[in-house]
């Protein structure tokens, strides 16, 4: 707490006067183009990763980014953040991409594919309910990532299993038939500090370096959702 409140004065005199046009236009409105799923993982520092600036982003962050399945006829109460988010995001905001970001030696991971959870924990354990696909995906040895060691292979399949789950949303569902909408698949990996992607033609996490993401930036433009 004390590095925050000393960043804070410090922000206020050496970086506030830079950006506080910004921030002022930016109270009239936001526009971001992503939503970026991730884990609250301290680590996942995206804003580093991919330099990004106030308003880039709409995100959602939890333990281990998992999207629980759309469920329909579920009763309004049992409705949870990630629905929430996903929904007034993608109905409110001019959305054209979502990104799902695993990470390497994520701790929800790493309890999911030990298969125990330490401590007195039982919300942690049941939310860990929304990554079992992806741990089965696992178990039937799945090839992707497989050269990596288990908790950061699992951490690959369940970026996949959460695009997955993502598809289950009615809303994300008419996006992507229109297609107004691409799914991201992405993976950081904290010793390296390297970001990849998902390349389906591949079947790998490729690592966006500037000739991959060259071609993911040609991809990008060629398949602009019309707005
Ligand atoms: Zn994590």
Same mark, same amino acid.
């Given at each position: 707490?004390?590095? %925050?409140? !000393?960043?804070?004065?410090? &922000?206020?005199?050496?970086?506030?006067?830079?950006?506080?046009?910004? &921030?002022?236009?930016?109270? %009239?409105?936001?526009?971001?183009?992503?939503l970026?799923?991730?884990?609250?993982? $301290?680590?996942?520092?995206?804003?580093?990763?991919?330099?990004?600036?106030?308003?880039?982003?709409?995100?959602?962050?939890?333990?281990? !980014?998992?999207?629980?399945?759309y469920?329909? @006829?579920?009763?309004?109460?049992?409705f949870?953040a990630e629905a929430a988010a996903i929904q007034f995001g993608l109905a409110n905001l001019?959305?054209?991409?979502?990104?799902?970001? #695993?990470?390497?030696?994520? @701790?929800?991971? #790493?309890?999911?594919?030990?298969?125990?959870?330490?401590?007195?924990?039982? +919300? &942690?354990?049941?939310? =860990?309910?929304?990554?079992?696909?992806?741990?089965?995906?696992?178990?039937?040895?799945?090839?992707?990532? $497989?050269?990596?060691?288990?908790?950061?292979? %699992?951490?690959? =399949?369940?970026?996949?299993?959460?695009?997955?789950?993502?598809?289950?949303y009615p809303i994300v569902?008419?996006?992507?038939?229109?297609?107004? =909408?691409? =799914?991201? @698949?992405?993976?950081?990996?904290?010793?390296? /500090?390297?970001?990849?992607?998902?390349?389906?033609?591949?079947?790998? &996490?490729?690592?966006?370096?500037?000739?991959? +993401? +060259?071609? %993911?930036?040609?991809?990008?433009? /060629?398949?602009?959702?019309?707005?």
């Amino acid at each position: 707490m004390k590095k %925050l409140l !000393n960043g804070i004065v410090d &922000f206020r005199k050496k970086v506030r006067p830079e950006v506080k046009d910004t &921030f002022a236009l930016l109270a %009239l409105g936001q526009a971001p183009d992503t939503l970026f799923i991730a884990c609250s993982d $301290s680590r996942v520092a995206a804003n580093v990763f991919a330099s990004t600036e106030p308003g880039d982003m709409f995100v959602i962050r939890n333990v281990g !980014n998992l999207i629980p399945r759309y469920q329909e @006829g579920t009763e309004a109460p049992h409705f949870g953040a990630e629905a929430a988010a996903i929904q007034f995001g993608l109905a409110n905001l001019p959305i054209t991409d979502v990104v799902v970001c #695993g990470h390497s030696e994520c @701790g929800a991971m #790493g309890a999911l594919s030990q298969g125990e959870v330490q401590g007195d924990v039982p +919300a &942690f354990k049941c939310w =860990l309910r929304h990554g079992e696909d992806s741990l089965r995906k696992l178990e039937s040895g799945a090839r992707i990532g $497989s050269h990596l060691e288990r908790r950061n292979q %699992l951490s690959q =399949l369940n970026v996949l299993e959460q695009l997955e789950h993502l598809k289950t949303y009615p809303i994300v569902q008419e996006r992507l038939a229109a297609d107004k =909408l691409r =799914l991201h @698949g992405w993976y950081f990996d904290i010793k390296e /500090a390297y970001v990849y992607e998902y390349e389906p033609s591949e079947e790998r &996490f490729r690592v966006i370096d500037e000739t991959y +993401a +060259a071609t %993911l930036l040609k991809r990008v433009v /060629a398949s602009d959702p019309e707005r």
